[in-house]
């Protein structure tokens, strides 16, 4: 079964700093782009960061400047470093894979295949 894990959430005040991380079978079956997503209460899913297999990269604006994904070839392994977090920023975070070649990151939510179970992010004021 194809699947992603991920972990590193947790809760943390404003300015703080979080690191998720994203493993599974589905990294390995991903030819294209992985990205990260983020549900609130109440709030459709939105996308937060989003990798091509060369490094190619996308935010959303509202995390431009203080979130960078990255990938570990290696270990197989996506990152999302959070840094001057705010509560704003509170959410269950996704990690997500797409299977068909990607050149070009995308936001969107339709285009990827697999999903993780999330990770709860907290941030308090």
């Known amino acids: 079964q194809v699947q992603l894990v991920e972990s590193g959430g947790g809760s943390v005040q404003a300015g703080g700093s979080l690191r998720l991380s994203c493993a599974g079978t589905a990294y390995t079956a991903s030819r294209g782009c992985m990205g990260w997503f983020r549900q609130a209460p109440s709030k459709e899913r939105e996308g937060v960061a989003a990798i091509t297999r060369v490094g190619n990269i996308a935010y959303a604006d509202s995390v431009k400047g203080r979130f960078t994904i990255s990938r570990d070839e290696a270990n197989k392994i996506l990152y999302l470093q959070m840094n001057s977090l705010k509560p704003e920023d509170t959410a269950m975070y996704y990690c997500?894979?797409?299977?068909?070649?990607?050149?070009?990151?995308?936001?969107?939510?339709?285009?990827?295949?697999?999903w993780g179970q999330g990770t709860q992010v907290t941030v308090s004021s």
């Open positions: 997500a894979a797409r299977e068909g070649l990607c050149f070009s990151p995308t936001l969107a939510a339709a285009p990827y295949n697999y």
